[in-house]
């Protein structure tokens, strides 16, 4: 999981930054240790969430959109991995190995305020803007977890480093694809390299490409099954591929031609759209959102095993962060973010301290605090460990007590901000004529 986050809007200054980020730092891959418990299992939630079957219920429109989808999907996915193979048969004719072996692993890759206009002037970084490169995949986008400072990718190296098997090849996942495209942006205006622009402007066409008919986005793609497919906001994936479309469509990139600007912005206005259905009602009253949201439905689902279906206070606040960020939102927005803020505000926690190293600590008079997920419907915290099995007390998890983030201080501060952006939005009203918001 992902610590920290990485500056966006006006993040080709390099100036005003706040928020900080985890550099790049090799480390062994935990994965090796993970996966020896008992409880692990490298896909809990098979279930297909957008088979034939589902996508030939739906109304025509709707149905002929997702079976194109689909389709491109499986072509994408197919030229992938012949791209792969003909590689394997290049090496396997010089070294006599026929198998990927996967790439060197890194806990975190992302933007931070330490990289400055004078860091990306040196040649250091230029040599890892050059491996960045290597790492893009034939369809446009980069891996997880890989340490780009190790070298340039090999023939026949994964683009993942989790394991030499086909998958996560590209994904949106930890801030995979939306960073690299922003680390070469910035590379590029230091250092200007026609490469760079080009690999920016491919992830672009990657990230359009990925969108859903709904607007939304699936964790992998081309599609890899189960959760993977869902609508993803875990790790805040839609809202980092929303901010960079955002910035595209402003024309904060000079090399984005005047079509691909006006396609980000549709395809922006698009995932609005699908993270407003997206949110919550229960009881007729809107809330905030999941982790995760079912394709075709837009209702809340799993993720791995241990991200159980429910209201998540972490990646909400940062969709609510991203809403109020909007220039002239509609009243449909507004009505969003007031009821998000509404649900932080009923939902704090007091009398805790939190820190992802040494867990939960009761402390009378701290706060306020937020848990990562809550039940939906009783808004109570909810925790589990790989087994799935839902538990109401963090002291009761075993094999996930460490190394999740299962509670969170991020509300305080967008509440603040909240404040000052209501005032100044109090006289927006939903009217009668607007659509309904889907329930949970």
Known sequence: MRKGRYCVVGVLAAIGCSAVGQQPVSGRNPMDSISQLPAYRAAHDTIPLLPVSRIDSLPMA??????????????????????????????????????????????????????????????????????????????????????????????????????????WISTIDNGATTSEMWFLALADSVRPDARYRSAFLRGLEYLLAAQFPNGCWPQVWPLAGSYHDAATFNDDATTNVMQLLQEVAAGRFPYASTEQRARARSSLDAGVECVLRAQVKVDGKLTVWGQQHDPLTLEPTSARSYELTSLSAQESVNIMRFLMRLPSPSPLIVASVNAAADWFKANSLSDYTYDAASGLHESPGAGPIWARMYEIGTNRPIFSDRNGVKLYDWRQLKDRRRGYGWYTYAPVSALRDYEKWSRAHANARVGSSTRAVRRS
Do not use: C
Not at 101 to 108: E, I, L, M, N, Q
């Open 62 to 167: 709707e149905r002929t959109a997702w079976r194109e989808y689909v389709r491109r999907s499986e072509l994408r996915r197919a030229a992938d991995t012949a791209d792969m193979n003909a590689e394997l048969r290049s090496v396997g004719r010089s070294v006599g190995r026929s198998a990927m072996v996967r790439a060197p692993y890194v806990a975190g890759f992302e933007i931070t305020k330490a990289m400055t206009p004078a860091w990306f002037a040196t040649d250091s970084v230029r040599r890892l803007a050059d491996n960045i490169l290597t790492f893009q995949a034939p369809n446009g986008g980069w891996s997880k977890h890989v340490d780009f400072a190790q070298h340039p990718r090999a023939p026949g190296e994964s683009y993942f480093s989790e394991s030499a098997q086909w998958q």
